[in-house]
């Protein structure tokens, strides 16, 4: 038996962080949505007991570190299963991106590995234990557009945003989401995005007003760290996206654009900038 699950890139469409807990954590209150820009997970059963990771990218770890590895432990310990896997990840989404693709990799093999071994795990049940895996995990359970608090494990689902091209950008470096959480002083920052806002303009579904509620109090302390970031912003901002943020911790920026006949136009700029240019759809 063999399954198969796509595992899509996700984006913030608005981050905020509104404290440091005493737990170490942060308090954030995101708007997130995925695109059409997926990883394709294949499992296998295998007559050993044993998990096997594969990819054609060089860049991840093929073992424990990988976190669908880990997803896969995790539901074998759980649900006592004693039957052995293949996972197999045709990755296409860049790593260390600020696009949460080991975390939905490790969400796609939660729910493929539910299918395969037929445990019958329901959604709530699957995103607790995504909750253990990591912060962006249960979103990635389920998908869509939700908001995210406490760490990002409390999901409230919303409406699709209006449908929008999203042309994205990683710049060659790789950005440590733990360095950036470390270096951000939630007291001192100077301008919260408004979740408020970003959640009534996709309610209207105005897209000119989702362009303006934009916004990720993490892009100051990545941008100190790497220019070259902020920078992209700025070209992205320059080629004509209608509005553009990092996405995450970084460093992948995204514009959204509504006119078609402007996508070729960014992308071609961008491609000039930096080779990782995807331009892609909203998953609504
Ligand atoms: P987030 O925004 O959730 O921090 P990210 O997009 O910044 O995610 P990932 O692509 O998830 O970053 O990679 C973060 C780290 O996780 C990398 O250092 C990578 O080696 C490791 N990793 C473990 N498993 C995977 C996987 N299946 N795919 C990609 N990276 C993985």
């Given at each position: 038996m063999k399954v198969f699950e796509k595992a899509p890139a996700k984006i913030n469409l608005s981050l905020d962080v509104l404290h440091k807990r005493q737990d170490g954590y942060h308090e954030v209150e995101m708007v997130m949505t995925m695109v059409d820009l997926a990883d394709r997970i294949e499992m296998q059963e295998l007559p050993r007991d044993t998990i096997i990771i594969s990819s054609?990218?060089?860049?991840?770890?093929?073992?424990?570190?990988?976190l669908a590895f880990q997803a896969a432990r995790l539901i074998k310990d759980r649900y006592d299963v004693r039957q052995g896997v293949y996972i197999h990840l045709d990755k296409k989404i860049p790593v260390a991106?600020?696009?949460a693709g080991g975390s939905s990799d490790a969400a796609a093999t939660l729910r493929g590995l539910n299918r395969l071994w037929r445990l019958n795990i329901g959604s709530e049940e699957l995103q607790r234990l995504g909750a253990e895996l990591g912060s962006d995990v249960p979103f990635c359970v389920t998908g869509g557009t939700a908001v995210a608090r406490g760490r990002g494990e409390k999901l409230e689902p919303i409406e699709s945003p209006p449908q929008c091209w999203v042309v994205l950008a990683k710049p060659p470096i790789n950005v440590s989401t733990q360095e950036v959480y470390g270096k951000l002083d939630a007291k001192a920052i100077r301008r919260h995005p408004s979740t408020s806002g970003m959640l009534a303009a996709i309610r209207e579904k105005r897209f000119d007003r989702m362009c303006s509620e934009l916004g990720n109090v993490l892009e100051e302390v990545t941008f100190d760290l790497y220019p070259e970031v902020r920078q992209l912003k700025e070209v992205m901002q320059r080629l004509g996206a209608d509005g553009v943020l990092m996405s995450g911790s970084g460093p992948t920026v995204f514009g959204l654009v509504s006119?078609?006949?402007k996508v070729a136009r960014m992308y071609n700029g961008l491609r000039g900038f930096c080779k990782e240019v995807y331009a892609v759809r909203l998953l609504t």
């Open positions: 054609q990218a060089g860049y991840i770890p093929l073992d424990e570190k990988n991106a600020g696009l006119k078609e006949s």
